[in-house]
């Protein structure tokens, strides 16, 4: 475990930590501590011009190890008031391999403290590699682990981990129960040995049994397998699968939690009854998009039942439209909410992350609560996000004629938090939406950005990350369609345009949203950093997260701008900025 390389490792980040901290009140925005990868030294970079041709992509404050890759955020959760992120880490390069569990605590889910790595292989149960679990706080505040580890044979098997001292607060040694593995395929179970992972959040029944599920498939069919156990250690399967649906492929990183009918409060993972839904979500291995249904959860039966008229495929509902996955939630006991973690990968070349040392990002942890309509959930970012808010820049009652285009001046836009919303007046040139447009992602590859010729609502929205000459853009935006009995509003993030540099998957992503667009204005907030952008329509319906890579916008050469490209005019009701300060991480 302590090889010379991985205590560099942990020295730099000391090192690196004490260095953010005396520069913290300079406030410099567009300044960066750059990790240049190399065998087993990292070497820390001051000189800010050096950086932004070095290493113009790294970002400022999402969640991100100095070096190397990462992939899913693993048993997040909250233990005597301090946060826990743990993550799939290769602590040897920027491709996947040689998985861990990495550990960063945090008190407010926005600056990061790194530790050592929590779980690494020791055990014949895992000894080929840690990967993905979750974390399930048991009765009397005790922490507890699983995962799955993937055996001498290759299988993958599910393990038990729990915190050496639990009087201290950063959990940082954790001791694989002896009994491991307590999950493991055999010929009896018809568990594909291959295709058994990353148990959930264990919940607790009336009954007094856990309850878990772990991700697997039988031929094409997705399956939540099921287990139970009195004590968490001695763990049965149960004779049927919480659920499962054929035609769906491998099921990873399934998630399955309560939300409650009503308000903004997340619940407890044990609540039942008709105060709350339940979410099923699961990770598609076949597409890497992340889908979940809204239904019932009937305990005595084991068993949940989306709700009807769900579409359970890749076509049904997604936590985000864009690059986003492995996605796992946690109940936040200290602000009763509940929080979701994803992992955004990238879209450069491996060649080109080879190059830059690094791989994946966490996107900004999101609070989730049901929809008033019951049909969907809400994701907005965590209210702690706005501490980095600075440097506040306002417009409001800005007519948009066709054609125009606005500049949100005084603004780092590399490293922003946008907010605006657009009010329309006028839909009768609303585009007729035809009845074989069903996807909403060919759609916005087919519609673009640029003016329309035809009649249309739209596209109208932002452009960020923008060279000065508008060679280079990412645009988010909204077009408004004639549906059958209403308007329909599609929301588009377009990379086409968001790099000179051909070796990146340029992808655009779309989204219908649930709104009527004659009652409510149309609202889009965007969390830019360097090559991410988030972006959350509607107050947090639809979610889109793009990686990006600017050749020419970049540093201080990057814009901000709102634009209209449909036929008529429409009017920006209010559009606030701010520049992002930078977050202490890792």
Same mark, same amino acid.
């Given at each position: ?46 000189? %800010? ?59 407010? !889910? ?16 895992? &000894? ?42 950063? !959990? ?5 129960? $002896?009994?491991? $593995? !307590? ?59 919480? %659920? ?33 839904? %339940? ?23 084991? &068993? ?73 959930? &809400? ?79 739209? $596209? ?39 790099? !000179? ?36 329509? &509607? ?48």
């Amino acid at each position: 475990m302590a090889s010379y390389s991985s205590l560099c490792l942990i020295m730099n980040n000391i090192f690196l930590f004490f260095l953010l901290f005396g520069h913290e009140f300079l406030q410099l925005q567009a300044f960066h501590h750059v990790y240049r990868a190399q065998t087993s030294h990292s070497t820390v970079h001051h000189n %800010h011009h050096q950086h932004h041709h070095q290493q113009p992509h790294r970002t400022s404050y999402h969640f991100q190890p100095p070096k190397n890759w990462i992939n899913d955020p693993n048993g997040p959760m909250i233990y005597k008031g301090i946060y826990h992120l743990f993550y799939q880490y290769n602590p040897k390069g920027a491709v996947w391999g040689n998985i861990v569990w990495a550990h960063s605590t945090s008190t407010d !889910l926005i600056n990061w403290e790194p530790h050592d790595h929590a779980i690494y292989p020791s055990q014949p149960s895992d &000894i080929n590699g840690c990967w993905s679990g979750s974390a399930t706080i048991l009765p009397g505040e005790k922490p507890a682990i699983l995962y799955t580890g993937i055996n001498p044979k290759n299988q993958q098997v599910q393990n038990l981990a729990v915190p050496k001292n639990l009087s201290d607060p950063y !959990l940082r040694e954790w001791v694989k129960s $002896p009994n491991n $593995p !307590l999950m493991a395929p055999t010929p009896q179970n018809h568990i594909n040995a291959s295709s058994f992972r990353d148990p959930t959040t264990a919940w607790i029944g009336p009954d007094g049994e856990w309850r878990v599920i772990v991700g697997s498939k039988l031929d094409a069919r997705g399956l939540a397998v099921m287990y139970r156990s009195k004590d968490f250690v001695k763990w049965n399967q149960v004779d049927h699968p919480l %659920h499962y649906k054929d035609g769906m492929g491998m099921w990873e990183c399934p998630d399955f939690f309560p939300v409650a009918k009503t308000g903004r409060k997340g619940v407890e993972t044990r609540v039942y009854g008709s105060q709350v839904k %339940h979410v099923l979500k699961v990770s598609l291995d076949d597409t890497k998009h992340d889908v979940y249904t809204v239904g019932t959860y009937n305990w005595q039966k084991d &068993i949940y039942i989306p709700n009807k008229g769900s579409i359970e495929s890749y076509n049904g509902l997604r936590y985000d439209y864009g690059k986003y996955y492995a996605s796992k939630t946690f109940f936040d006991s200290q602000k009763k909410r509940r929080v979701l973690w994803g992992w955004v990968n990238e879209s450069s070349s491996v060649d080109d992350d080879i190059k830059k040392g690094w791989s994946g990002v966490q996107a900004i942890p999101r609070a989730v609560w049901l929809d008033a309509s019951g049909k969907q959930l &809400i994701q907005w970012p965590v209210v702690e996000i706005q501490k980095l808010r600075n440097n506040k820049v306002k417009l409001t009652n800005e007519v948009l004629k066709k054609g125009s285009i606005v500049e949100a001046k005084g603004v780092t836009a590399a490293q922003a938090d946008v907010e605006i919303s657009f009010k329309v007046e006028n839909f009768k040139k609303a585009e007729i939406l035809k009845p074989e447009w069903k996807d909403p992602q060919l759609l916005c590859s087919q519609k673009g950005t640029s003016t329309t010729k035809s009649g249309s609502v739209g $596209p109208f929205g932002l452009l960020v990350l923008a060279s000065n000459d508008l060679k280079e853009y990412t645009s988010v935006s909204f077009r408004v369609f004639k549906g059958q009995h209403k308007y329909v509003v599609l929301m588009c993030s377009d990379q086409s345009r968001s790099s !000179l540099n051909s070796n990146n998957d340029k992808t655009t992503y779309g989204a219908f949203l649930d709104v009527d667009p004659t009652r409510e204005n149309l609202s889009l907030r965007s969390l830019i950093d360097h090559s991410i952008v988030e972006s959350f329509g &509607i107050k947090g319906k639809g979610c889109i997260t793009a990686r990006v890579y600017p050749t020419l916008a970049i540093g201080d050469s990057v814009g901000l701008y709102a634009f209209n490209n449909g036929t008529d005019s429409v009017t920006i009701t209010k559009l606030t900025a701010w520049s992002m300060k930078k977050a202490l991480i890792n």
